[in-house]
Every structure is written in C-alpha cells, then in structure tokens.
C-alpha cells in the first residue's frame, strides 16, 4: 500500500514538472488547459448560430469586443476602467479588450491598421491634423473638458522662480510631455495670447517624460514644466507654483480629448458606436460627480498610488462641442499645421448620443 503511495506521488511531480516545462519560462497554471466548467460549457453550448466576428456570448447574453490601449503613462483616471466597473458598459452589450500600452504617437496607427477600436482619449488637434492627412477616423464622444478647478494642463514653475508672466518666459526652456498634442501648443497659445512675438523662437521647449518633469523643475534642467496636474495638487506642497493653466487661455474650450473610430468600424457597427458613446455619458457624468472614486478604481486596478493619478473633470453627457474642435483647428491654422480648414463634419459627429440635442446645442 505504501509503495503505491509512493508511485502515485512520483507521478504527480512528474506531471507537475511536465506543465512547468511547458511554459517557455514562465510559470504554467494547471487549471489553465482544463476543459471548461459545465456552466461555461453550457453556455458556450447555447451560444446563437449568428454570433459576428467580434462578438462574444456570455451569461447568456451577446456583447461586442471592444479593443482598447493600456495607458502607456498613467497619471489621470482611466475613464473606461470607470465604465466597465459602473456596468454602463454591460448594460450596452460591450465588453472591453486590453491590448497593452499603445504610445501616444501610435495611437491612430493602431485605429487605422485595427489593433485597437478606439483611443483611451487624445487631444483633438491630434485627431484634426490626422483626418486632414486622409485618416478615415471620427470623433463619437468627448472625454475632458477644462474647469478652473480643473484645467487639462498646467504649467508650473519653481516656488521663487522670477518668471511670472509671458514676457519672463521668453528665452527659458519649457519641460514638455511631448512635441505634438496639447502640450507641443499649449505655451505658445498663451505667449500669443500676451503678446509676445515668433513665439516658436522666443522659447525652448524640451520633451521629457511627464513623469520626470518634476525632478528636471526641481533640478534646473528646465525653467517651466507642463502638467497633466490641477492647480491644487501644487497649492500646498511648498515647492512649485502655477503660472498659468489652458483654462487662463481658452477657459472651458481647449481641453477637449475625444473618442474616435475608424469610419469603417461605425459603418459596420453603429450599434456598437452608440452603445459605446452612450456609456461614456453615463461614465463622464458619474466621474465629475465622483472624482474620488474615478481616481480610486484606476489606482486599484492598475496598482498605481491614487495621489500620483489627477483629478479630471469630464465633458457633462461626452457632448462634443464645436468650441472644442475650432480652437484647436484655429491654432493648427495659425501655425501652418493645415493648409486649411478641416469639415467639421468629417471630425465628430455627436449622433450617436442618445443624449445629445440639436436644439439645446444652439
């Protein structure tokens, strides 16, 4: 009897050892290869003949895969965590698919080659500049908006610092998170904007990491440093101070970041589109009324300190306003980005919120 004992031990580790084997070098789950529970299997079992590609069916229910990016560098709430977590996107027959951190400059690429369906939301002169280099994508829903409280952007100097106004900044150099989106143009709007000429010239802008722009302030490797952040993460840390936010230079017009799909998805799937933006009505709503929360499902999920993730206020129902589209189209003008105006038409569209009123928007 305890021989057997033994042998059966023997070949258990053997087993064991095997799966371990398997796994080019990394661990292997030995539940992960086991047919599925009789509950899933049963489901899968009822699942209808006409399920589309990109569809699923669970719980007895048919959802459409969204894919979705990772945010390649988290300093703000993930907005679409909130959705899935609030169930505004189950209630619309949407499930979301994670593909992994995408970076800023590739993410229309992937809507265009279909690596991912949407964007975790860039900046609109982003999406402007694209449509207008033949890019078949539009605009469906908005997700930031600029508050006082709570603007897109900062810029922040050091608490001693004698620059204070547009003409001090002329000669500095201007810690960037990167060349293009809204922190390529948020400076120079506000030199424009206080008089100070040839405001490509007047300053240096320098691209580092917005996670490192702190220490490069701190360090003086630069003068002025642009933040994702509200003015009163810096109030009392003693540090560094706000000179100047996007809301002191467009108010609640330039901080719009919508969401977009390539034109061939929302042909096919306008279902899912609606859907879509209708859920992220829902989800902006609840996180401008919930900052805490918003912040506190991103931190958890990713696990991420929720002090180092910035509160944001969001467009109310993701209604994208025209405001939000012209100013940007007027600043890519002004800088010869575009030869000339965009059809706004060709650049959102806000027919798939079902909250959305024609007339309430003139």
């Not at 009822?46 to 590609?53: F, S, Y």
């Not at 630069?222 to 560094?240: C, I, R, S, W």
Request: glycine share 6%; charged share 25%; net charge negative.
């Amino acid at each position: 009897m305890k021989k057997n004992i033994i042998r059966l031990f023997i070949a258990l580790i053997g087993v064991i050892g095997l799966a371990a084997a398997c796994g080019d070098g990394d661990a292997v789950s030995l539940g992960q290869n086991l047919p599925p529970t009789a509950e899933a299997a049963k489901d899968a079992s009822e699942a209808p003949a006409d399920l589309k590609e990109g569809e699923v069916w669970e719980a007895g229910r048919r959802y459409f895969v969204i894919k979705v990016p990772n945010t390649a560098e988290l300093t703000s709430p993930e907005i679409l965590m909130a959705a899935e977590e609030n169930g505004h996107f189950a209630e619309n027959g949407i499930k979301l698919n994670y593909v992994g951190a995408v970076p800023t400059t590739q993410t229309i690429p992937s809507v265009l080659k279909g690596i991912i369906h949407t964007n975790a939301g860039g900046h609109v002169n982003t999406t402007i500049s694209a449509i207008a280099a033949g890019a078949k994508i539009m605009a469906v829903a908005q997700k930031t908006e600029s508050t006082e409280r709570v603007p897109h952007m900062v810029a922040i100097v050091k608490i001693d610092s004698p620059i204070k106004s547009a003409q001090d900044m002329m000669g500095k150099k201007i810690g960037s998170p990167s060349a293009t989106g809204c922190s390529g143009y948020f400076p120079l709007a506000f030199l424009r904007k206080f008089g100070v000429k040839d405001q490509k010239n007047a300053i240096e802008q320098v691209i580092i990491k917005e996670t490192l722009i702190e220490q490069a302030l701190r360090q003086g490797d630069v003068d002025v440093a642009l933040m994702h952040k509200t003015p009163e993460y810096f109030e009392n840390n003693g540090e560094f101070r706000v000179l100047f936010s996007d809301y002191d230079i467009w108010e609640n017009r330039g901080g719009g970041t919508p969401f977009y799909f390539h034109l061939d998805f929302i042909k096919a799937h306008p279902e899912v589109v609606r859907g879509f933006a209708a859920a992220m009505a829902k989800t902006a709503n609840w996180a401008s009324a919930n900052p805490r929360l918003n912040r506190e499902i991103t931190a958890r999920r990713t696990k991420t300190d929720v002090n180092s993730i910035t509160e944001r206020y969001y467009a109310p129902n993701a209604i994208i306003k025209e405001e939000s589209v012209t100013v940007w189209m007027d600043l890519l003008l002004e800088y010869n980005e575009l030869t000339q105006e965009v059809d706004l038409n060709r650049v959102y569209t806000n027919e798939f919120n079902p909250f959305y009123d024609k007339t309430s928007m003139n």
